[in-house]
């Protein structure tokens, strides 16, 4: 009893773990987005991004620290100072005519009116910048995946009905062959029949590579292991139409183009503030120390130490109509990126009310497509049975096989449209969960 037992919980645990190992099978779009996203460079740019602007800020802090120099000099002039021959008291003087001279000199900024500060924000803003732009390619990288998927799941549901199809017109064949067995049909009817097999033999070596290339493509693009035995979750269509935005900026409100507008407005905005701090007053302290002939005193003839130290100011009198165009010119791509905006938010308006009218119109239709499936696979039933009847020919049955076929696959091609169609608005729309 004891071993009937433990072989029965040993059957319950190895089942137990084949379905979970099923289940782990299965893909779901959000994960392939999130691994498609996770493993891309464009995420390692993102936190590049940043370093970069730490770096920037290192530099622009720099300039608070003293700026020291080490200077010499040696010279030779052809002449001195010499006075004349008729001054009233006798001053002779026999300078040298080569001079030496070697200093270190120091500069510390003490207000230089807020340049710094603005650069800091120019950086912080300049990675804003880069990091919105690289969202927007993030979201076109999920759209590959979206596409990607979509085509895997239509191909997989143009496999199935292959294979059904396929089914069908096998054991239709079995029962030409028992009719030519009994002397009720001929050998045209089978060779007709095992010709159009083959064909759909053929169609699903095509599928099947079709699909396997697309699934390399999208293990590419995950570094997910997707192969032709991996279950892809078809995701699901909220019932009813989406509401329609009231503006074209409630429509695309979630799209990462419109934060790349924003951040470029305000670097534009940062500029101007940085060119009006350059035109601002600066004071610093300079320093300088040293030894050399002539010392400050230049009537000494030997070599002497020198030091002096005191306060700059520095007032900019030139480059205000530099600063003039460079904000005009700011102000003119700032009126650009305006433009940008409202021409990216109607072409956004006009894309989604493509897609609701192109959501409601598959609703309308894959409603329909399982009554014309099972009124065509009807048909086909009674085709078979004049068939094998004698009534029609293998011609006439194949063409009605031939409508079911067409119906199956357009039911499945419809239904995955519609999935792709409400993956489209949300994509738009800056939606994707």
């Given amino acids: 009893m004891t071993k009937r037992l433990f072989f029965a919980l040993f059957l319950l645990s190895v089942a137990g773990g084949s ?3 099923q289940e782990a099978s299965v893909l779901t779009l959000q994960q392939c987005r999130e691994a498609a996203v996770s493993r891309s460079p464009l995420t ?12 920037r800020d290192r530099v622009t802090g720099a300039g608070w620290i003293p700026q020291i120099d080490i200077n010499a000099q040696a010279s030779y002039q052809n002449e001195t100072v010499r006075f004349p021959g008729d001054l009233p008291i006798p001053i002779s003087l026999d300078l040298p005519k080569d001079q030496y001279k070697a200093t270190v000199d120091l500069n510390q900024v003490i207000y230089d009116g807020g340049s710094m500060r603005k650069t800091r924000q120019i950086n912080a803003a300049t990675e804003e910048v880069e990091t919105a732009s690289l969202a927007v390619q993030l979201d076109r990288l999920r ?13 997989d549901r143009q496999l199935k009905v292959n294979g059904l199809m396929q089914q069908t017109l096998a054991s239709d064949i079995k029962s030409v062959e028992t009719q030519m067995a009994n002397g009720t049909a001929t050998g045209a009817a089978q060779a007709a029949l095992t010709a159009r097999l083959l064909e759909l ?14 699934g390399e493509a999208l293990s590419v693009l995950t570094g997910l292991t997707v192969t032709d035995g991996t279950a892809l979750q078809v995701p699901k269509v909220p019932v009813g139409l989406p509401e329609a935005a009231a503006t074209g900026e409630d429509v695309a409100g979630g799209r990462t183009e419109l934060q790349l507008y924003e951040r470029q407005q305000e670097q534009l905005e940062i500029q101007d503030k940085l060119l009006n701090s350059k035109a601002i007053p600066k004071i610093s302290l300079f320093a300088s120390g040293g030894y050399g002939r002539p010392g400050y005193n230049f009537l000494d003839r030997d070599f002497a130490l020198m030091a002096i130290g005191g306060v700059r100011l520095n007032v900019p009198l030139t480059g205000w109509e530099t600063a ?9 791509a700032s009126r650009d990126i305006d433009e940008q905006r409202r021409d990216f938010e109607r072409n956004v308006s006009i894309e989604v009310a493509q897609y609701r009218t192109e959501i409601e119109r598959l609703r309308q239709v894959t409603a329909l497509d399982a009554q014309i499936v099972a009124a065509r696979t009807a048909v086909r039933e009674r085709s078979l049975a004049q068939f094998k009847g004698g009534i029609i020919t293998h011609s006439d049955y194949l063409t009605e096989f031939n409508n079911e076929v ?3 696959i357009n039911a499945e091609t419809n239904a995955l449209r519609l999935v792709q169609a409400w993956l489209g608005y949300e994509a738009a729309r800056g939606i994707y969960k």
């Fill in 324 to 332: 003039r165009r460079e904000k005009q010119a700011n102000r003119i």
């Fill in 19 to 21: 379905v979970a190992a």
């Fill in 44 to 55: 390692e740019r993102q936190g590049l991004a940043a370093e970069k602007r730490q770096a």
């Fill in 406 to 408: 067409a119906a199956r």
């Fill in 201 to 214: 033999r053929q169609q699903e070596a095509e599928l099947r590579g079709t699909k396997t290339a697309l």
């Fill in 143 to 155: 759209d590959r995946v979206n596409d990607t998927y979509v085509r895997i799941l239509l191909t």
